[in-house]
């Protein structure tokens, strides 16, 4: 089959579930990341033939993703702040704006004004810890990032950490010296074990969508990412902040700072949970569509 025909019948295909560009989009990276194939290589190489075997299977892969399955799931990776994550139905797919949390991160923008920085080569003993991980990717991206640093994620899904503690970096580790991450199961609606060490930085991205907001999420995300890892009850949407908050207040050393990814709708209220926590300096960040999407805290 000639790739231009495999093309063309896969967008067909994603029509009917995305627009016309997003479809078009998504076939070229199914090709890219299965047989290799650039945006461009139907064009300047009209004649490009894809072997049966590649075609049946391409064809498989479009039908799923035409049912709904998001493509991640699909080729069982995703890219976040540039590596590959292996993620399964178990995990979120890592979005966007959880790069901006390990980017304004690593850029020092926690808290410039207190003792701890991100800046310096090496991170020997500082200590974080991501309060659920999921696929663990700002646990593995923090930890790559900040050679020496010691990371300890927890989450409350047995198949998430199954997933968080297998990612490989073995390859990377191994050069820069970086530590493995450690992969703990604990139910952060709890009370801390007391086994925990006190940490320099802690991080969350929890689950903060309204289950009012359902009505307004893609049949992709609601049919196949797990509602564990994303959805609130509407009378209690903060719950998961205040849990960090107690987390925080017990695991924080005392020049240590908290970074937390928020519901864009909800930037004030989740900013007072903080503080009425008892942390002094507490700050939103916005992203790039200026929209709420981190606070910063510490004491
Ligand atoms: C929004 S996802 C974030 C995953 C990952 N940190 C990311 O940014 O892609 C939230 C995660 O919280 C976990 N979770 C839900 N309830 C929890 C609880 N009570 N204790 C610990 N983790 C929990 C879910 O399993 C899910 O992996």
């Not at 998504?26 to 075997?53: F, K, N, W």
């Not at 060490?197 to 999420?217: G, H, R, T, W």
């Not at 609130?232 to 970074?259: H, N």
């Amino acid at each position: 089959m000639l790739l231009s025909e495999l093309i063309q019948e896969a967008t067909g295909m994603l029509r009917e579930v995305y627009p016309e560009r997003e479809a078009r989009e998504i076939v070229y990276a199914y090709l890219e990341q299965s047989i290799g194939t650039r945006r461009h290589t139907h064009i300047v190489e009209p004649q490009y033939e894809v072997s049966d075997s590649d075609a049946v299977s391409a064809m498989e892969a479009f039908g799923r993703i035409a049912s709904g399955e998001p493509l991640q799931y699909v080729t069982g990776h995703a890219d976040f702040y540039g590596r590959r994550f292996r993620v399964t139905p178990d995990v979120l797919i890592p979005r966007p704006e959880t790069e901006l949390l390990c980017r304004y991160l690593l850029a020092g923008g926690g808290m410039s004004r207190k003792a701890i920085s991100t800046d310096n080569k090496r991170h020997n003993k500082m200590r974080l810890l991501d309060m659920c991980t999921g696929s663990g990717c700002i646990a593995w991206t923090l930890a790559l990032e900040m050679p020496g640093a010691e990371v300890t994620a927890v989450d409350i899904s047995d198949g998430a950490l199954a997933v968080a503690s297998t990612q490989d970096f073995a390859e990377e580790m191994a050069r820069t010296g970086a530590c493995v991450p450690k992969f703990l199961k604990a139910d952060v609606l709890s009370h801390p074990d007391s086994s925990f060490c006190q940490f320099d930085i802690i991080v969350s991205n929890p689950p903060y969508v309204m289950d009012k907001e359902k009505a307004l999420m893609r049949a992709n995300v609601l049919d196949h990412e797990p509602h564990l890892a994303l959805f609130v009850p509407d009378d209690d949407p903060l719950l998961f902040y205040r849990a960090v908050a107690d987390w925080a207040k017990v695991l924080l050393k005392p020049e240590g700072y908290g970074m937390v990814e928020i519901n864009e709708a909800l930037g004030p209220e989740t900013a007072d949970v903080f503080r009425s926590a008892g942390f002094s300096s507490v700050t939103i960040v916005k992203d790039l569509s200026d929209k709420d999407r981190l606070v910063v805290f510490s004491r």
